[in-house]
């Protein structure tokens, strides 16, 4: 990447077309577009989110998806630019949408309210207008150029008016939003269902959003950018049935206990969902991939002991063909024997512990959902500590068979 800085294309005024061609932009990419806030970001929050955002580049590099930020160098645009910095290997496509007014393009020096462009980005396109905000109309045509029937993600950090006012445009082309709830301002309002009765609250709960916490980690967020970028629903992808075992065990990817757009239609689960998905799915998950490992052991030993049985019978014919050769007779003993071990180990079927400890935390997670909301931080810290104690408990105590 340059660091002569991105490319300039100036609009000739706000409602100009917009024409990628002309302004230098991919066409017909899929888009993750970056929201947040204009200032600068709390430094404890730009250490907790730089993985998250080179995780997400990564993720646009492996979907040929270009991302969209305010091209500024500040806030989620700095940030953006200085995971990109952080990556082994090819870019995304960096693309900023600015008021001119707030900017200082090329060279010059940033006056008063203004802000240097993130070299980092390959193009900003910059929109006339004094206010953040004046850009929105112009951002949102940007998109629609660049992505054209392909998907277009909006990534949710914090916010301000500005983002609210973007994500009315959005969600109003029936386009998806992952919020990362835990970033504070507009994200957390969403999460929290404290938008009021305003169009942003209405078109939160109608369209495609997925919320997040922040603390859940960076593949929880990806896995939510990849199904939305490889289709236009939030749905998990059907697993083929497979007829044989696996020779070589492969743990599945974790996966939401609940939809991560659950907290939406019952804000009041927002907390529960956060402390059972931090408490229990990982332990959760730990088990079902053991019962899946058993499972497929299981599966193995009855394929095997058919495969004897098939073996002893097929040598027994060749015996009898051969009648003065011994050596058939010694495979037929020996693949009988084989059978017959398999067999037992077979009969034996899986061991239940793992399957019966993964069901049960199951139900302790939803037990933990369907309990009153906590009323107070400190209630709500004593539950955490019991459902920890609660998980590690099943996790440890023998399994018992009654």
Do not use: C, K
């Not at 199951?362 to 104690?389: G, I, M, N, Q």
């Amino acid at each position: 990447m340059s660091t002569a800085g991105p490319r300039v294309r100036r609009l000739a005024h706000p409602d100009a077309d917009v024409r990628a061609r002309a302004l230098g932009l991919p066409r017909g990419r899929p888009v993750v577009l970056l929201l947040g806030s204009s200032g600068d970001l709390d430094t404890d929050l730009a250490a907790s989110l730089l993985p998250v955002l080179r995780s997400l580049l990564v993720a646009a590099v492996q979907r040929d998806a270009a991302v969209i930020t305010a091209g500024a160098d500040t806030g989620v645009a700095h940030l953006t630019g200085l995971a990109a910095e952080a990556l082994e290997g090819r870019w995304p496509r960096l693309v900023g949408v600015a008021p001119s007014g707030r900017v200082a393009a090329e060279d010059a020096e940033p006056g008063p309210g203004e802000q240097r462009l993130n070299a980092n980005h390959d193009t900003v396109v910059l929109v006339p207008g004094s206010q953040w905000g004046e850009e929105v109309p112009a951002l949102v045509r940007v998109v629609d150029a660049v992505a054209g029937r392909r998907p277009a993600l909006a990534v949710l950090v914090g916010g301000d008016a500005t983002a609210r006012a973007t994500l009315v445009e959005h969600l109003g082309r029936d386009r998806p939003l992952l919020v990362l709830a835990g970033t504070g301002g507009l994200a957390d309002d969403i999460a929290r269902g404290a938008l009021g009765d305003d169009d942003l609250a209405v078109l939160t709960r109608s369209g495609q959003v997925a919320v997040v916490h922040l603390d859940e980690g960076p593949d929880r967020i990806v896995a939510v950018l990849h199904r939305v970028l490889g289709s236009r629903e939030f749905a998990a992808p059907v697993q083929p049935v497979r007829v044989f075992p696996q020779l070589r065990f492969r743990a599945p990817v974790q996966r939401p206990v609940v939809d991560p757009g659950y907290v939406l239609d019952y804000p009041l689960l927002a907390d529960a969902i956060h402390d059972a998905n931090q408490v229990v799915a990982p332990v959760l998950h730990e088990q079902e991939v053991a019962a899946l490992r058993e499972r497929e052991r299981a599966r193995l030993l009855v394929v095997l002991a058919v495969l004897a049985g098939f073996a002893t019978v097929a040598f027994g014919a060749l015996q009898v063909w051969l009648r003065d050769v011994p050596w058939p007779g010694v495979l037929v003993a020996v693949a009988g024997a084989g059978a017959a071990v398999l067999t037992v180990l077979a009969r034996g079927g899986e061991n239940p512990d793992a399957r019966t400890r993964a069901d049960q935390l199951r139900a302790l997670y939803f037990d933990h959902l369907a309990a009153p909301p906590a009323a107070t931080d400190a209630e709500r810290e004593e539950r955490s500590r019991e459902l920890a104690t609660e998980v590690a408990r099943h996790r440890h105590e023998p399994v018992s068979n009654a």
